[in-house]
Each structure stands twice: as C-alpha cells, then as structure tokens.
C-alpha cells in the first residue's frame, strides 16, 4: 500500500522527465539550504555560536554527519523497544515504555537532524502528552519549554498574544494543579521559568546590540536546547 501510494504521488512528476522527480527529491531532502535555518533549539543552532561548521565543511559532509549522531542517538530507544518486545514474547510493549521510546528517538532526530524546522519540536512532545496521567509534571513543563523555543517564530506570524495566554494557563496548572512534593524538582522548575522570564525581558525590552542583533534569540535557541538535552537524559534514564 506504501509503494502503490508513493508511486501514485511521484507518477506526474516521473511522466514529466527525471529532471523533475529530482527537483522534488531536492526539496524534500534540502542539502543545499545549510545545516540549520533560522534560531531552532537543537545542537547545531547552539554550537554556531562557537563554531561556524558550515564554514569547515561541506553540505553534504555535515548532512552525512547529522544523519550519523541522528541514527547513533535515537538507537538506545529503538534497541529497548526490541529488546522489551523479544523479552516480552507476544506481550505488547507497556504504553509509558512506547511513548518514550516514540519521544525520545524523535528528540533525537529534532537535536542533532539536518535542517530541522523550529516546529518540529512538536513530533517528541505530541507522544511525550499522553504520558499527562503519568507524569503531569514533565509533560506541562517540557510544554511549555516547546513553546517557549518557538517564541521568535510565533511573535513574527503576530502570534505573541496567543502564545502568553498558553504559557500562563500552563504555568498556573504546573504550580497549583500538580502535586510534587521532591522539593529539589521544585527549585529546579523555579530556576527553569526564571531563567525564562529573563530572556522574555531581554526580548522584549533590552536594548539591540548593533553587533550581535540576533544575540537575544541566540540564547533562547540555546537555552531551550539545554531543556531538551534534560528531557532526552530522562528520556533515556
């Protein structure tokens, strides 16, 4: 059904000429536009601060190298989900086990993948919410770290309103509506939001550097990658 499907797609393309077909091949696999595009929270974006890759090799050498760490970071959840699966026989995989393994592998490709779009910060933490009965509180707080990743993106498509509105339902919800008594995972999500409060001020009210215009967003990207490198420890653990 995959093959008829796939060929059904490509056929106008195919009747049109080879040329064709690689065009589109060329914008679903987009080598030429560079390791990163724009501010996105993952590896590459944060280590451009220090060290200018795209400068010391090629595209097609740095898209071999992302696939690498890609594969080489999300292999510990494909591993334990065949592991668990052979361990377990005809039982299925517990759901908390298979979320994981879905979230984390996808944290994986979204961290270290070559050219990856700020929102696709979404495909490890849609499987990461139906843990929300689980673990309400490392759901709603790596939420709103997603959002949080996003912001430079949404308040250029004028979506700044709309994102402080869900931020602070998130935010309330966290600190009421969920009971955690480790008071070492309460200090650290304390720290977590100060730390984001200060870079929406900086945001927001700071002065532009004429120098490092971008230095604002630069350390959201990075501070949120710092989240997402947590939440692929947990992950892991």
Known sequence: AVTVTTTLIFLPWVMQGFGDVLTVISRLFPLQRGLFEDKVANIWCSLSLILKLRNLFSNSTLAEFSSVLSLLFAAPFAIDALWQQNARGNEPLSRSRL????????????LFGYQ????QILLPLIPLAFLINEAPFLVLWFSMVGSFSLLPLLSRDGLSLPYGVTQIIQLLV?????????????????????????L????CFAPRIERYPDIYVYLIS???CAHFCILYCILLV
């Open 200 to 203: 929406h001020g900086l945001l």
């Open 222 to 224: 990075i501070y949120s």
């Open 174 to 198: 966290l600190f009421t509506g969920v009971e955690n008594t480790q008071l070492s995972v309460q200090r650290t999500l304390q720290a977590s939001v100060a730390g984001g409060l200060i």
């Open 116 to 119: 990856v779009h700020e929102k």
């Open 99 to 110: 979320v994981r393994n879905f979230s984390g592998s996808a944290l994986a490709c979204f």
